[in-house]
């Protein structure tokens, strides 16, 4: 409603081109560091998500980045195989040898890059800009120009730096925002000024610094970029990069421009990125993240079940999320029955207000309630509790130093009576291997979280364990205990939730 007022104030281009720098600008991520084969794999997923450029990395700065651009570029994908280079010759000669089609060339040009860090003239940056262009221009490549740090450059010699890498041949400027110092007004008014001078296409490359990457991109293509340089999951140098999940979901449904991503791709590969990278999305990470599409408070779960679109700006099918209704303090009556009716669950009045009641006060605790908490504590208001199908007979631990912790269980699993022993990286871990192994042979139930808290201070501090466990058809219930002893609290919260998952069979 309101875009559409302030549309015709823009500059819209007709579609935007994504360039993708997860595995140059993303790589740079502090901790960050991927293999050959690391990146083919997410050169593959970008090329399938429909990225028109693929930045695969910096050929001069190691063997292995060479050999990854020039594997990316065997592989002939439909996107551009992009190579980093500063404006040296070795530079661009190591991006045409890896047999890259595109080089994205740059040189910092801000009176801090130029006097302390390159130490050149403003004209020797351009006679260095200008170089660089028509070399890579000769050897038969596309060239991208960068002005490094172009967002702290004076404008009427950043307008110079252009041209002449126009001149030179250029086929796309880009405006780098190296420090993310930029405001979504300012951008646009740059981005405008330069349209006015430039013959060129433009491309913007935003940083986080300030949270305003994805803000200043999308000033920057109303000012009429018609390019977006984004990383998946927002990585890159310091606070990162535009995030191409945001930036591209934005573009497509608040400025209705025409892009070729497969959307429905996106949450598979910015969960692909985050293993490989080891760097995880916070759960209230727009579009992708765990909460993007989960609704917990009663008044919202209550609109969405009557319309998605009371509380969803999108649906999350489109990203290739789903929707969860999470139970917990601010759960309303309607959550509470859509879920009983989910799972078939029968009950009168009495029962559901009990059992309301119920969740309610675990919320006031802070504690987490899982479908198959709720399954559990429904069952047991029905007069069906949850059955202790594995119960233990014993358990003796043995720990210290030049041993290895090891742990005997002796478990009884309905009418059998097993017994184990495993080691552990100390006596809790020994414990729960010897459970999980005992068990394996009936449900195969995993360990996802473990947390332990002390209650009380004190060699006899009272502490608290809560697991969280899951099966093969993903069940997942929670366990607590609270003892003196760690090793029998853990073994009481495991067991707790194997038997909440069991009870559902
Ligand atoms: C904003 C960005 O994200 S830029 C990209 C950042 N990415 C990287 O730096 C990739 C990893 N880098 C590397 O492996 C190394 O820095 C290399 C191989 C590129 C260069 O290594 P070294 O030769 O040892 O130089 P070092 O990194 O210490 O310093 C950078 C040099 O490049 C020069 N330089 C920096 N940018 C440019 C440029 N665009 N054009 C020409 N020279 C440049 C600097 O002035 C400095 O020169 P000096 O060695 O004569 O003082
Ligand atoms: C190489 C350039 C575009 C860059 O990464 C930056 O300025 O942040």
Redesign the pocket.
Same mark, same amino acid.
């Given at each position: 409603m309101y875009i559409e007022e302030v549309k015709p104030e823009m500059k819209l281009p007709e579609t935007v081109r994504i360039f993708d720098t997860t595995l +140059? /600008?993303g790589e740079?991520t502090p901790g960050v560091a991927l293999t050959v084969d690391e990146k083919i794999c997410i050169a593959r997923k970008l090329d399938s998500l429909g990225v028109d450029t693929i930045e695969a990395g $910096?050929p !001069? !700065?190691?063997p292995g &980045?060479m050999d990854s651009v020039r594997r990316i570029a065997d592989l002939d994908l439909d996107a551009n195989t992009c190579g =980093?280079a500063?404006? =040296?010759r070795e /530079?661009i000669d190591a991006v045409i040898d890896c047999g890259a089609d595109y080089i994205h060339? $740059?040189?910092?040009t801000s009176p801090l890059?130029r006097k302390y @860090? =390159? @130490?050149m003239s403003p004209e020797e940056i351009i006679d +260095?800009a200008v170089f660089?262009v028509e070399y890579a221009v000769e050897h038969g490549l596309r060239v991208e120009f960068s002005a &490094? /740090?172009a967002t702290r450059t004076e404008f009427d010699y950043l307008v110079g730096v252009y041209r002449a890498a126009e001149d030179a041949g250029a086929d796309m400027i880009n405006v780098?925002d190296?420090v993310g110092v930029m405001i979504p007004r300012a951008m646009n008014r740059l981005i405008r000024g330069l349209r006015d001078e430039v013959r060129t296409p433009i491309s913007v490359h935003c940083h986080n610094d300030f949270g305003l990457a994805v803000a200043n991109s999308l000033a920057a293509v109303e000012a009429g970029a018609s390019q977006v340089h984004a990383t998946i999951n927002g990585l890159g &140098?310091r606070a990162g990069n535009a995030a191409l999940e945001e930036v591209v979901m934005a573009l497509i449904t608040r400025y209705d421009l025409p892009l070729t991503i497969k959307t429905t791709e996106l949450v598979n590969i910015s969960e692909f990125v985050s293993k490989i990278t080891g760097v995880r999305m916070p759960p209230n990470k727009a579009i992708v993240g765990e909460n993007a599409f989960a609704h917990e408070a009663g008044i919202h779960v209550h609109g969405v079940l009557e319309k998605a679109e009371t509380y969803e700006p999108i649906t999350p099918e489109m990203v290739g999320h789903k929707r969860r209704i999470v139970l917990g303090k601010h759960t309303g009556a309607n959550a509470l029955r859509s879920k009983l009716q989910e799972y078939g669950i029968d009950m009168n009045e009495d029962q559901f207000c009990t059992l309301y009641e119920q969740v309610k006060r675990l919320g006031d605790k802070g504690k987490r309630i899982t479908d198959a908490d709720l399954r559990a504590m429904a069952v047991t208001i029905l007069g069906k509790a949850t059955r202790e199908i594995v119960k233990l007979e014993g358990i003796a631990v043995m720990t210290g130093e030049s041993v290895m912790p090891t742990a005997t269980v002796k478990l009884r699993i309905g009418d059998e009576i097993k017994t184990t022993s495993m080691t552990g990286v100390g006596p809790v871990d020994a414990a729960i291997n010897a459970i999980q192994s005992l068990v394996s042979e009936t449900a195969d139930i995993e360990l996802d979280e473990y947390n332990i808290e002390a209650i009380t201070g004190g060699t006899n501090a009272l502490a608290e364990v809560f697991v969280v466990m899951s099966d093969a058809d993903g069940n997942k219930a929670t366990g607590r205990s609270t003892r003196e002893d760690i090793v029998m609290a853990s073994v009481e919260a495991v067991l707790d939730a194997i038997n909440k998952i069991l009870s559902l069979k």
């Open positions: +140059r /600008d740079q $910096f !001069a !700065a190691s &980045e =980093l500063r404006v =040296l /530079d060339t $740059f040189i910092g890059h @860090k =390159l @130490k +260095r660089g &490094e /740090d780098p190296t &140098e």
